[in-house]
């Protein structure tokens, strides 16, 4: 008799974390390319881009201004949508769990910064609002796999009043209704940043007691 054929079972077919659904709602898994998360990565790419235009207007108030105000605000309106989008029609994915505060921090720190480095808003300002939300984002990673702690109510607020406070400083509307727009735009900043050292702090408490609970010998 001949040699027979040896019958080998063909090696097991990896998934590719891109195949899956990209737009429509479903039970199946979400494909890490899905609408959701495309806008947070356009989000990404968009912050080089304002902040560049906001360091080139150099502080005139000109078309450019207005131009990175403009980016900066459609690039928030964004987080909102993509947030929808996961949510709504179940896109919910790891890589989009990563990418979206990453999205969200790099835009907002990159607005604080540059109008630092403008000298329209004080450094000790920007470096307390990034130390908060980096520190808190660092520690929330880091600890993912014991303890997960949910955004109240007051970081979502936060959030907002963030992105509100920036909003207002990026728009030069002082130019065209006067000087007392600015004290509109430091009231909101304040509130800002008290709301964001609050939620900080407010937040590790909250990951304390909740270790406390879940390990009362630690």
């Known amino acids: 008799m001949g040699d027979q054929p040896v ?14 659904r990209m737009i429509r709602d479903g039970d199946t898994p ?10 947070t990565v356009v989000r990404i790419f968009l912050a080089p881009l304002f902040i560049w235009l906001l360091l080139l207007d150099d502080g ?8 990175a105000a403009g980016l900066f605000i459609f690039a928030i309106v964004t987080d909102t949508v993509d947030g929808h ?6 896109l ?24 630092s480095i403008l000298g329209e808003l004080p450094w ?7 130390v908060r939300e980096f520190g808190i984002t660092i520690y929330r990673f880091a600890v993912l796999s014991k303890i997960v702690v949910p955004a109240s109510r007051g970081g979502k607020l936060k959030t907002v009043l963030q992105a509100v406070a ?17 004290w509109v735009n430091w009231s909101v900043m304040a509130v800002a ?4 050292v609050y939620t900080g702090v407010e937040y590790l408490w909250q990951a304390w007691r909740h270790t406390r609970k879940t390990n009362p010998g630690a």
């Open 7 to 20: 019958s080998q079972s063909a090696p097991p077919e990896r998934t590719s974390s891109l195949r899956g």
């Open 60 to 67: 005139e108030m000109g078309l450019i201004r207005y131009l």
């Open 92 to 115: 919910i994915t790891n890589v989009g769990i990563i990418l979206d505060p990453i999205a969200d921090k790099v835009l907002t720190g990159g607005a604080l910064v540059a109008l």
């Open 124 to 130: 000790w300002i920007t470096i307390l609002i990034l």
């Open 166 to 182: 920036i909003s207002l400083f990026l728009v030069p509307l002082f130019t065209v209704l006067g000087p007392w727009v600015m």
């Open 30 to 39: 979400a494909s890490n390319a899905n609408i959701a998360n495309i806008i």
């Open 85 to 90: 989008l996961a949510r709504g029609r179940n």
């Open 193 to 196: 940043v008290v709301l964001t």
